[in-house]
């Protein structure tokens, strides 16, 4: 690993576990940059506006190859989708995080091998997000709100008129999007699955004034834009290997009881925890229930209603926490969640997303208060291959929200190639 990658891997929440080769500085051997639109190969268009059953259904998939000289850049790759508010209606209200909340669960192929795999995209996305990029970015790149900068006047209560939108989502949902680690090498075949939450206008609409939206929606399009360096040096000769942290999301509605066993990857990293309301709202003011929101009501000290925190714990908020993979407990004292309490675990997901080392705007407490992610690692000798995780959480009320145990392993992706014409001859994953 060059000293450039690792000086400029301050902001990243992964080590730089990259490539088995320098692919940075990219100018001194690049001759062009390529930006191409590829069109889904398949997909289910009934062109019906509704205000909230989406027009897109089932299975979408794109389909394509880079060239000889063609090193696919997946950071800087993303899906664009066009849609048009048909009918304003008595209240228009707003789509927020479209293309988010549009994917249901997604599949990513190199040569025809599953290397990524979600199956909550709009969960899994926010939680990658938040993780791996600073509150300045997200908020001004990804277009994430945190909640706790709005005082008075929802930033959802905001009125669209008829007309035709655009809405951008980077491949967040698969993995931890690392500018060093997710460039895919020539003569690869690339596959994109993509399956579609039929909620997908429910969970991304807005009202106004605390009355649900009445506008229809109408999706025109969904594009993939691949974003490629052309180099002139020759492709990979022998092997490649990639190595990505991709998740595997656990979802279960919980009581006051969340204790849960399950059988994880034996090359697990973290476990991130969110919870989430099980049912969404269009509303606007104070909305808590959306695809991308990972809250609940009366979920911790504090409310979307105010900035302050109050000294006692929301009446549904988490009361205890501890996580155990084999032999490794993590904390080794349960987190006991009482008055104010929440702050040990949120200084723990600043220190696990190398956020405390870093001098770039952060989320607040009180912004990770607001859509708190229990963020846990598991470091262990390499012949550790312990499968074994137990979540033990107690609750403190009985709304029955979704808890999200969020699995996040380092995926080695091996391509091999012939030394004579370059093309890949095996690809395999570990």
């Known amino acids: 690993m060059s000293q450039y990658l690792v000086d400029q891997y301050a902001e990243s929440n992964v080590h730089p576990i990259g490539l088995s080769g320098d692919i940075y500085p990219p100018n001194e051997v690049s001759v062009a940059r390529n930006i191409t639109k590829y069109q889904p190969r398949s997909i289910n268009n009934n062109a019906t506006a509704h205000a909230t059953i989406c027009n897109l259904s089932g299975q979408i998939e794109f389909n394509f190859n880079t060239s000889n000289m063609q090193w696919l850049d997946l950071f800087d ?101 690392d500018k060093h680690s997710c460039w895919i090498p020539p003569n690869c075949e690339i596959r994109l699955v993509i399956i579609v939450d039929p909620a997908a206008y429910g969970k991304a609409s807005r009202g106004v004034a605390g009355a649900a939206s009445t506008a229809t929606y109408l999706i025109n399009s969904i594009e993939f834009v691949a974003s490629s360096l052309i180099r002139n040096i020759p492709g990979p000769i022998g092997e490649w290997v990639l190595k990505l942290v991709t ?18 990857s034996p090359n697990i990293m973290k476990v991130a925890i969110a919870f989430q309301d099980s049912a969404f709202s269009t509303l606007a003011l104070n909305k808590v229930n959306a695809g991308d929101f990972l809250r609940h009501a009366t979920q911790t000290e504090r409310t979307d209603a105010s900035l302050a925190i109050t000294p006692d714990p929301g009446a549904q908020s988490l009361q205890t926490l501890q996580l155990q993979l084999g032999s490794i407990v993590n904390p080794p004292q349960a987190y006991n969640l009482a008055t104010n309490l929440h702050r040990e675990v949120y200084e723990q997901y600043m220190q696990l997303t190398g956020k405390s080392k870093v001098q770039e705007s952060s989320e607040s407490f009180v ?55 370059g093309a890949v001859i095996e690809t395999t994953v570990n």
């Open 247 to 264: 998740n595997s999301i656990t979802t279960s509605t919980v009581a006051l009881d969340c204790n849960r066993q399950l059988t994880v």
């Open 367 to 421: 912004d990770w208060c607001t859509e708190p992610i229990f963020l846990f690692d598991f470091p262990r000798p390499d012949e550790d291959k312990s499968t074994n995780l137990i979540v033990r959480a107690t609750r403190m009320g009985n709304l029955t929200p979704l808890m999200h145990v969020v699995e996040m392993d380092l995926s080695v992706i091996s391509m091999k190639f012939d030394p004579t014409s």
């Open 77 to 177: 790759s993303y899906f664009i989708t066009r849609y048009t508010m048909v009918n304003a209606g008595a209240n228009t209200g707003k789509i927020y995080h479209l293309t988010q909340n549009l994917i249901g669960q997604a599949y990513l192929y190199v040569n025809g091998v599953q290397v990524a795999f979600t199956n909550n995209w709009s969960v899994a996305s926010k939680i990658n997000k938040r993780m791996q990029f600073s509150k300045q970015y997200n908020e001004t790149v990804h277009e994430i709100n945190y909640r706790a900068d709005v005082v008075t006047v929802p930033i959802d209560a905001v009125t669209v008129a008829t007309g035709g939108y655009t809405d951008k989502e980077n491949l967040d949902g698969f993995f931890i999007r």
